[in-house]
Nanobody, 115 residues
Framework: QVHLVESGGGLVQPGGSLKLSCEAS????????MGWYRQAPGKQRELVAS???????NYVESVKGRFTISRDNARKTVYLEMNSLKPEDTALYYC?????????WGQGTQVTVSS
């Protein structure tokens, strides 16, 4: 069984930074593609960034140059460093662990960008 626990969310002013963490329990973390998703009120959940087991990364256009996804396989943790935050980044951020036959989601961590 895999459990994912996100942390690092909070309230930040526009232009500020936050670093989200998602720690996984269980095995096979190093083989998984990890993703950060977000869902704002009234909107669909969207992929923000992903990183494969080979450390290839992918970002939604709106966060390119501002967000960086990384992973530490020894700690079974994936990170999302967010800089130059904007009010439109406000959302509940989830991490996902994806394997060929299964996927697992965390409970989410709230990010609010407001002055």
């Amino acid at each position: 069984q895999v459990h994912l626990v996100e942390s690092g969310g909070g309230l930040v002013q526009p232009g500020g930074s936050l670093k989200l963490s998602c720690e996984a329990s269980g095995t096979l973390f190093s083989l998984a593609t990890m993703g950060w998703y977000r869902q704002a009120p009234g909107k669909q959940r969207e992929l923000v960034a992903s990183i494969t087991s080979g450390r290839s990364t992918n970002y939604v256009e709106s966060v390119k140059g501002r967000f960086t996804i990384s992973r530490d396989n020894a700690r079974k943790t994936v990170y999302l460093e967010m800089n130059s935050l904007k009010p439109e980044d406000t959302a509940l951020y989830y991490c996902k662990l994806e394997l060929p036959r299964n996927e697992y989601w965390g409970q989410g961590t709230q990010v609010t960008v407001s002055s």
